[in-house]
T-cell receptor, first 112, second 113 residues
Framework: NAGVTQTPKFQVLKTGQSMTLQCAQD?????MSWYRQDPGMGLRLIHY???????DQGEVPNGYNVSRSTTEDFPLRLLSAAPSQTSVYFC???????????FGPGTRLLVL | GQQLNQSPQSMFIQEGEDVSMNCTSS?????WLWYKQDPGEGPVLLIA?????ELTSNGRLTAQFGITRKDSFLNISASIPSDVGIYFC?????????????FGKGTKLSVKP
């Protein structure tokens, strides 16, 4: 198993550009989530999904969209990037919301 | 929003020393998790706790789910250089959104110069 994979590893965007951060898992996990990590802030939940076709907002959802068309994939979309979205983004998955989550390696995003 | 208070924020260790860190919350949690993050990597789960009073070990690491359900502790015995990194606690509240984990801000472990 590859576990949780994320692409790209690094990305530089200009303000106003859009992009999609990819996340995939091959463990047949129902639950997937996106976090952002900022210095001194720990990890904050952006959006999560309890299964294909179902998504919900986390603590900091503004400026981000998600969809879950398959069990394996959970992309995170930035429609119009802002400098405040400069961060490290982590995707995580688990069998259910009550099981321990496994994290991907992260995507480092810089918005100029 | 809900926050976990994790302390200390940082600490320096000397090889062989024991290390302790903790997390506290104003809410009752039904799950406590401890993660370690190495530079440039995602967090890796160390220990999961599911019952108040539970004491669980993973090698030199021992974690406890506080009896009040509002705190958790992580101890590392006989530290070694590879213990360096950032340790995060995470908790899940009773009645919270399914799977919604709340993370502490981390304890950064460094080696004494």
């Amino acid at each position: 198993n590859a576990g949780v994979t994320q692409t790209p590893k690094f990305q530089v965007l200009k303000t106003g550009q859009s992009m999609t951060l990819q996340c995939a898992q091959d463990m047949n996990h129902e639950y997937m989530s996106w976090y952002r990590q900022d210095p001194g802030m720990g990890l904050r939940l952006i959006h999560y999904s309890v299964g294909a076709g179902i998504t919900d907002q986390g603590e900091v959802p503004n400026g981000y969209n998600v969809s879950r068309s398959t069990t394996e994939d959970f992309p995170l979309r930035l429609l119009s990037a802002a400098p405040s979205q400069t961060s490290v983004y982590f995707c995580a998955s688990s069998y259910s919301g009550r099981e321990t989550q496994y994290f991907g390696p992260g995507t480092r995003l810089l918005v100029l | 929003g809900q926050q976990l208070n994790q302390s200390p924020q940082s600490m320096f260790i000397q090889e062989g020393e024991d290390v302790s860190m903790n997390c506290t919350s104003s809410s009752i949690f039904n799950t406590w998790l401890w993660y370690k993050q190495d530079p440039g990597e995602g967090p890796v789960l160390l220990i999961a706790l599911y019952k108040a009073g539970e004491l669980t070990s993973n090698g030199r690491l021992t974690a406890q789910f506080g009896i009040t359900r509002k705190d958790s502790f992580l101890n590392i015995s006989a530290s070694i250089p590879s213990d360096v990194g950032i340790y995060f606690c995470a908790g899940r509240r009773y009645g919270g959104s399914q799977g919604n984990l709340i993370f502490g801000k981390g304890t950064k472990l460094s080696v004494k110069p």
